[in-house]
């Protein structure tokens, strides 16, 4: 694997650390995670399990045996924070209410969480679909796209993660995910190289206008092809990788001209992560379809959706998402009072301001050891990429495993991603004092164990 190939998603879990890690644990603790290997199917990224959540409250989530860990990964769903008492009570009273609505029927909460969105939307969306995983989403949005263009091919980023099922995982750029038994994938899924300044594919220098190559490689391909229907991305990749200020509009004009729609899958970026409501404000650019999820549940069910503009409403003949769950009202009474909570405790400005601070703090470690070779992110979305070398660049995955798992004994989790980036994606929630003790692990865990990584 060369240095400009992205590894994966999520961290290993064929490390020996992690192997190490689960013998540290109580003898309740081990018997409980004998028996989920026995009883789940095992994957990679998933399975072993590294420990055993008790309880939730917050930022926290307390193990069985009473460890107590900071959570700045939550798969992205914890956007306002474990527990929330609003939103745990709100569902009690809809559970004496309305809890199912079946197909064919519409009710209450389900017709206002899809109003609601709209508002909250980046331009003349008016027309949603309530899906119960984001996975499912992104394969609604790309049948959307087939039907109201009457073409199949896309354009999407190698090394992007849009979901694991067949659809999303076409569209999806990693092995992981894209080879081994499972395939074969659809037809017409065409990748490009990532934005990524800092390792880039086209081996320019660091620029902050050099990633425009990615926008013009989309182009190409749009050109090329002649009949793409839609192009397919996250507007800033939760590993995370930030496009320059006009990248996204320069892939506009191009979609534009050549006839294709722009999907924006802001299930992880989405919701006010990166400091704005959505990742694609910080680019004034407008999608055709917008996919979000993982926050829009509370970190308390599974809620998607699927958000389009109303000349996209034309397959009315066909079905494109028909879900058991399409309008359950418990889950959209929890989508409704998510937003409430984002809207009502400024969790979006919060999330600015803390991760302007979270950026000074990565930046001063930078300064102080010379393993992270980038710090790059927006709002609370942040990733401190380790290098064995600043020179070469070459990628310390080893050090990034090490550096998690020193973590986790102290009480930090989050997520290695591209097999070096340590990737922080704290609650909207969090607080700057949070922030500063969250850094201040990572310092120790570099600092005291400065021996144990290769540099």
């Known amino acids: 694997m060369s240095q400009n190939e992205p590894e994966f998603e999520g961290d290993t879990n064929l490390s020996a650390r ?11 603790t081990r018997r409980l995670l004998e028996a989920d290997a026995v009883s789940f199917l095992h994957q990679s990224l998933s399975t072993p399990c590294l420990d055993v959540v008790h309880s939730a409250e917050g930022i926290y989530f307390t193990s069985l045996s009473g460890k107590r860990y900071m959570d700045f990964h939550g798969n992205s769903a914890h956007h306002i924070g474990y ?14 209410d309305l809890v199912f609505s079946p197909r064919r029927y519409t009710n209450e909460a389900a017709v206002a969480l899809a109003s609601r969105l709209a508002e909250t939307m980046p331009g003349s969306f008016s027309k949603t679909l309530l899906i119960p995983g984001g996975s499912e989403a ?3 949005a790309l049948r959307l796209a087939r039907g109201a263009t009457g073409r199949f091919k896309t354009i999407s980023f190698w090394g992007a993660f849009h979901g694991a099922g067949f659809g999303a ?40 206008d050099c990633c425009m190559m990615a926008a013009e490689t989309i182009r190409y391909v ?56 959505w990742a694609c404000q910080h680019y004034d650019v407008e999608p055709d379809i917008l996919v979000t999820g993982k926050g829009l549940g509370g970190g308390i069910v599974p809620l998607a959706a699927v958000c389009a503009r109303p000349g996209l409403d034309v397959l009315g003949d ?9 309008k359950n009202p418990f889950l959209a009474r929890a989508g409704l ?35 992270i070779g980038d710090v790059r992110g927006k709002g609370l979305l942040i990733g401190l990429e380790l290098v064995t070398d600043r020179e070469t660049k070459q990628p310390a995955n080893d050090a990034a495993d090490a550096l998690l ?15 070096n980036v340590a990737t922080l994606s704290p609650p909207l929630v969090t607080t700057r004092a949070e922030i500063d003790q969250a850094f201040a692990i990572l310092d120790e865990a570099l600092t005291v164990d400065r021996d144990r990584f290769t540099l």
Request: proline residues 8%; charged residues 25%.
């Open 337 to 371: 009072t998510v937003l409430d909570i984002i809207e009502e405790e400024g969790l979006v400005s919060n999330a600015a301001e803390v991760g302007d601070h979270a950026m000074v703090l990565g930046r001063q470690l930078q300064d102080r050891h010379e393993i």
């Open 18 to 28: 992690r192997a190490a890690f689960r013998e540290t644990v109580d003898e309740p």
């Open 222 to 277: 749009l050109e090329a092809e002649r009949d793409v229907a839609a192009v397919i991305a996250e507007p800033i990749r939760s590993v995370p990788l930030v496009p320059p200020p006009s990248f996204w509009s320069e892939v506009r004009r191009a979609c534009d001209e050549h006839g294709a729609l722009l999907i924006f899958d802001e299930i992880a970026s989405g919701l006010g992560k990166t400091g704005r409501m």
């Open 83 to 96: 527990g929330h008492r609003r939103l745990v009570e709100t569902l009690k009273r809809q559970l004496d």
């Open 169 to 208: 995982s076409s569209v999806g750029g990693e092995a992981l995910f894209r080879s081994g038994p499972t395939g074969p994938l659809l037809p017409g899924a065409n990748h490009v190289p990532p934005v990524y300044c800092y390792r880039c594919p086209y081996g320019h220098s660091p620029d902050p």
């Open 318 to 326: 066909w079905s494109i998402g028909h879900y058991t769950h399409e």
């Open 405 to 419: 798992y020193r973590c986790l004994e102290r009480g930090l989790s989050f997520k290695v991603t591209s097999g």
């Open 138 to 140: 992104v394969e609604v």
